[in-house]
């Protein structure tokens, strides 16, 4: 256990003056009840609250008020289900016990959204109009598709605010007033955003809204990361700035192996003659995964206004032979640009 997990653990039969000073000690508002090492109730400054107006006294036993039907994880819990989870129910925190119902942690809402600092901005692409996804995208903007009840830039926001980066921008076009009315100033989601708004009747492709960015941004030394706003991923942000950065490249591009599996067997002949026989084979290829790091002097060189997509600027980049690298993303990663790839995001039949 961590020094605060031990702070705001007390057994079963200790007194609600205990669970008072167990709940100042760790600063989380909640004290966790365990017997045998098994968590088996918590209690919140709430409960004692309720409990002493209705004629608890501070030396009763704390089990008499301990709530047994608490939400909890396992260790293998990922941290989106997580913040659904708290978001669902309304939690702060959320123990974590392991497959016996030994207490193992502690989730806290405020670390969950709130990594180490990063100094380093992050633009999110979302103005497209998603037409792969329609009819499901002519009243909402594909980022904004809901996916285990949360829209799927919103996992995205989270993901970068849970990985330490405090100011976003968001690329807007179709139907920004959406994503701006539900991210505001980013302050609930515990960070800042900030909008490039994109012209209606103009889109800017996959890269032209970098030339909105401004020019405390164009003009910072730091890398930019860059992603689009339909992806589901936990990738590691850090990894691919700090990958960027070691290798002096001007643009990272993130990677996934795509697999395909042909149906037929395959042949290789000589004239007339059959050479080799692979039986359905397997092929794969590394394909762009929609996440990049940008050095600012390739930003500084996008005029505002200007569409463009990603291929272009690389494609530039590489005619000028200025480095030009790859970073293989892990983990999870699912692009939700057709209806198929919404159905499997959501679990469902295809």
Known sequence: MNTRLAAITIAADASVRDALRAIDRGSVGLALVVHGGRLVGTLTDGDIRRAVLGGATLDDRVE???????????????????????QARSLRNIPVVDAGGRLVGLHVLGELISGEPRPERALIMAGGRGSRLQPLTEVRPKPMLAVAGRPILERIVLHLVGCGFQHLFISVNYLAEQIEAHFGTGERFGCRIEYLYENASAPL???????LLPDAVRSA?????VMNGDLLTQF?????????VARGNVITVGT???????PFGVVETDGDRLVSLREKP???????AG???LSTGVIRRIGAGAALDM????????GREEPVGAFAVEGEWLDVGRVSELRRARGDAP
């Not at 990922?78 to 989870?85: Q, T, V």
């Not at 492709?205 to 030339?211: E, K, S, V, Y």
């Not at 996934?256 to 042909?262: A, E, G, K, N, S």
């Not at 291929?311 to 590489?318: G, H, K, N, R, Y």
Request: glycine letters at 6%; aromatic letters at 8%; charged letters at 20%.
């Open 291 to 293: 996440i990049y790091a």
């Open 205 to 211: 492709g996959t890269a032209g809204a970098l030339g």
């Open 282 to 288: 397997t092929e794969g290829w590394q394909v762009n």
């Open 221 to 225: 030394e730091l890398p930019l990361l």
């Open 64 to 86: 008499t008020y301990a709530n047994p039907d608490f939400t909890a994880v396992d260790p293998e819990t990922d941290r989106s289900w997580i913040l659904d989870l708290m």
């Open 236 to 244: 590691s942000p850090a990894a691919l700035l700090d990958h960027h």
């Open 311 to 318: 291929p272009e600027v690389i494609s530039d980049c590489l």
């Open 256 to 262: 996934r192996d795509y697999l395909h599996q042909i």
